[in-house]
């Protein structure tokens, strides 16, 4: 049976960046390739992975990872609808989590994809949502 999982910036960045977590990822990735392993990531999580690289490595490497980087990536990007934005807006106001983060488990929810993530802020909705948690 095909993987199916939802990258979160954390986990995207740890691997742009080879930190901790860059083995997961890039096997990840690699089985994507390979075996047809549906990848995600919310837009909105890519969003935060630009504003990210933008303010740490400036505006033209932000622009080469939207412009390049990521599409040769086997990252299928999810557009968010009214009822995506409203679903996150719920994880929201019951959990004390980054709004973005909760585009990520409102998207895994709704694609039943494992979040993967080494960002501990997740562990408040661990409950709801399967993560695959990167190790170093």
Known sequence: MKRKRLLDSFALLAYLNKDSGFGMVHEALASAQAVGDLLLMNEINVGEAYYILHRRRGRDKADYFLDATLPALPITTVVN???????????????????????????????????????PE?????????IEWLDG
Request: charged residues 25%.
């Open 122 to 130: 997740f562990k408040k909705v661990e409950h709801i949502v399967e």
């Open 81 to 119: 609808a009214f009822s995506d934005v409203i679903a996150a807006a719920r994880i929201k106001a019951e959990y004390p989590i980054a709004f973005a983060d909760c585009f990520a488990v409102a998207t895994a929810r709704s694609q039943s994809a494992v979040i993967m993530t080494g960002d």
